[in-house]
């Protein structure tokens, strides 16, 4: 277990809808950051939140958005929802911005039909 | 543009003997490289990690191997077990890369398959 919880663990909605889902970092980690892994790919970078301000910004659309709260958890919305955007989301925290490991969620899986 | 590239999609090994996963990175900014297991249904799980002022570290059955100069690591598994099968990931990250040292970028992985 590592301690990082995402929450739904599956998510199914129609195209054009508009999703959250949140993550809730290991106990004193400060930084949290978003994956997006679709099928044949790698984990994609979307974005860092480090306590409570954006950090570092990837791969990540405009109708997508995220943020990080005073508890230090994590929201991604995801919005105007494509076919496209069916994927596993994985949500990591590591103590600091630095190089230090990442240690991952499991994941939300977002089916969009 | 892929800047870390594991170029083996699969790889089957003999338990008991050595698994080697290879890692190619084309930005000479990554200073700090992570290898990543992850078994379906889970998030990837961390397995060791190399700075680059070193070109080795080991842990356990788990050694990383650093080439700078031709932008190549390699993760050796020995012995391989059963267990082991999974997907490898390898990662990079830099010093101040987008405003950020922690963000890494992952290769697509390497599934590897330990048969008894």
């Known amino acids: 277990d590592s301690g990082v919880t995402q929450t739904p663990k599956h998510l199914i909605t129609a195209t054009g809808q508009r999703v959250t889902l949140r993550c809730s970092p290991r106990s004193g980690d400060l930084s949290v950051y978003w994956y997006q892994q679709s099928l044949d790919q790698g984990l994609q970078f979307l974005i860092q939140y480090y306590n409570g301000e954006e950090r570092a910004k990837g791969n990540i659309l405009e109708r997508f958005s995220a943020q990080q709260f005073p508890d230090l958890h994590s929201e991604l919305n995801l919005s105007s929802l494509e076919l496209g955007d069916s994927a596993l989301y994985f949500c990591a925290s590591s103590l600091a911005s630095g190089h230090s490991p990442l240690h991952f969620g499991n994941g939300t899986r977002l089916t969009v039909t | 543009d892929q800047q870390v590239k594991q170029n083996s999609p699969s790889l089957s090994v003999q338990e008991g003997r050595i698994s080697i996963l290879n890692c190619d990175y084309t930005?000479?900014?990554?200073?700090?490289f992570l290898w990543y297991k992850k078994y379906p249904a889970e998030g990837p799980t961390f397995l060791i990690s190399i700075s680059s002022i070193k070109d080795k570290n080991e842990d356990g059955r788990f050694t990383v191997f650093l080439n700078k100069s031709a932008k190549h690591l390699s993760l050796h598994i020995v012995p391989s077990q059963p267990g082991d099968s999974a997907v490898y990931f390898c990662a990079a990250s830099a010093s101040n890369y987008g405003g950020s040292q922690g963000n890494l970028i992952f290769g697509k992985g390497t599934k590897l398959s330990v048969k008894p």
């Open positions: 930005n000479s900014m990554f200073d700090y």
